[in-house]
């Protein structure tokens, strides 16, 4: 019996922490720190809590948090929903690929491989977004072209402030493993 409470204490604090660390990424979306962008972009705090949570993830669990964070993003950046494009399908490639990256062992979880890992989910991500403006008859030189920069400094920024999501979120998963197990 006592065991049981425990239990069903330590899963709701991880769902608290959990729930309250993609708070803290969405109101952080929001937040323009000194320093903090690079050409009027800011980090995508959303990918790198995407990115951190699917690092250890099965991939259709992965693929479902990319799908639920874009479209907390499209809620809370999109004005016309008629005419806008969707986080929602770059994110859920981005988490699917994190999980499989893993699973294949060509990358080691630490603050470099996953800072990598970031980059190049950020790149993905700006592409999805220009690929779907394309689709939608957008001028495309200046989506391309925009593109390329939003992705960079985007990919930049992300990869720089992805320690500060992934060092504490994976610290709490893992010692949370060890007294499960």
Not at 25 to 39: E, H, K, Q
Not at 73 to 102: E, K
Not at 112 to 117: D, F, G, K, Q, R
């Amino acid at each position: 019996m006592i065991d049981r409470k425990i239990s069903l204490s330590r899963k709701l604090l991880n769902w608290s922490i959990t729930g309250g660390s993609i708070l803290i990424c969405v109101l952080a979306m929001y937040t323009r720190f000194p320093g903090m962008s690079l050409m009027g972009i800011a980090p995508n705090w959303l990918l790198i809590w995407l990115v951190t949570w699917s690092v250890n993830r099965p991939m259709i669990l992965a693929v479902m948090a990319g799908i639920a964070l874009g479209m907390i993003q499209d809620a809370m950046t999109i004005n016309d929903v008629i005419n806008a494009p969707t986080h929602t399908i770059g994110l859920a490639i981005a988490g699917g690929l994190t999980s499989l990256l893993q699973k294949q062992r060509y990358v080691q979880e630490d603050f470099i491989s996953i800072a990598l890992i970031v980059f190049g989910m950020a790149v993905i991500v700006e592409t999805m977004h220009a690929l779907q403006l394309t689709a939608m008859g957008v001028q495309i030189d200046n989506v391309w072209t925009m593109q390329q920069r939003i992705a960079l400094s985007s990919a930049i920024l992300s990869s720089l402030w992805s320690p500060v999501v992934y060092f504490p979120l994976s610290r709490w998963w893992r010692a949370l493993e060890r007294k499960d197990e």
